[in-house]
């Protein structure tokens, strides 16, 4: 794996941002200056934060997205090991996970646009993870410190989320640990832009970012490389130049 070959899932991470406002907007902006952000409407929690200074706002901000980040990578290690332990080694299996994978995106980017609500399905399933994970949030609020900020990005990653679920299907098909922990690491530096934006901007950045023709531009671009994967895979051949905006590797 080259760095070229992380920029799609960098793409997908920025254009699915629009999507973690919904997910992860309230906590992240209840970190802003202008504070007055809502709580997240999945999954609801209670989140108190106090008001300090510029710089300990921003040191709060980073180390948050930070921990989700990591989050994301451990995950994407996980997955990717299964390939590298031989589970995806199969011919059969690896062809099957490669279309799996677009076919994710395919579904990501109509979720976004909103035209089929398919992946909701997907997230109500992951809430079996989820609670296990979210009483261990408890006693980080308030979360006033960089240390405590950090410790709840980490945590929060887990959240059910079908954009990461898309995500991590290709970690899966990568070969093994380190190339799925690089892919996730790729899409959740895609994400940081628009999250570090509601860190600092608060809910001014989210009422942009949530207009339908932004979702719409972000779901047609995640839906062209779930398009374009498809079209490698039913030709069975290389896409030549085009190869280079694949997300997925080759089947």
Same mark, same amino acid.
């Given at each position: 794996m080259n760095a070229l070959s992380l920029v799609p899932m960098f #793409? *997908?991470?920025l254009a699915g941002s629009v999507h973690c406002i919904g997910m992860c907007g309230g906590i992240v902006g209840a970190l802003s200056l202008g504070g007055g952000a809502p709580a997240p409407t999945r999954p609801v929690i209670a989140?108190? *934060?106090a008001r300090p200074a510029v710089q300990s706002n921003v040191l709060r901000v980073l180390a948050y997205n930070g921990g989700r980040i990591v989050s994301y990578m451990l995950a994407g290690a996980m997955a990717g090991s299964l390939a590298?332990?031989? %589970? #995806?080694h199969l011919a059969s299996l690896q062809v099957a996970g490669y279309w799996l994978a677009n076919l994710m995106l395919v579904a990501?980017?109509?979720? #976004?646009? &909103?035209?089929?609500?398919?992946l909701a399905h997907l997230e109500a399933a992951g809430n079996v993870v989820w609670r296990r994970v979210r009483p261990l949030l408890k006693p980080l609020m308030p %979360? &006033? $410190? =960089?240390?405590k900020a950090l410790a709840v990005g980490g945590l929060w990653g887990w959240v059910p989320c079908g954009m990461v679920y898309s995500a991590l299907l290709t970690a899966m098909i990568q070969g093994s640990a380190l190339n799925g922990a690089a892919t996730m690491a790729a899409f959740g530096l895609g994400t940081? =832009? $628009? #999250?570090?934006?509601m860190g600092l901007l608060g809910t001014r950045l989210r009422a942009q970012m949530q207009r339908r023709p932004v979702r719409i531009a972000s779901g047609l671009l995640v839906l062209g490389f779930g398009l374009l994967g498809l079209l490698r895979a039913a030709n069975g051949v290389s896409l030549g130049w085009l190869d280079a905006l694949c997300v997925t590797g080759h089947p």
């Open positions: #793409l *997908v991470g989140i108190a *934060v590298g332990a031989g %589970m #995806l990501l980017g109509l979720y #976004l646009m &909103d035209a089929w609500r398919g %979360m &006033d $410190t =960089p240390l940081l =832009p $628009t #999250l570090l934006g």
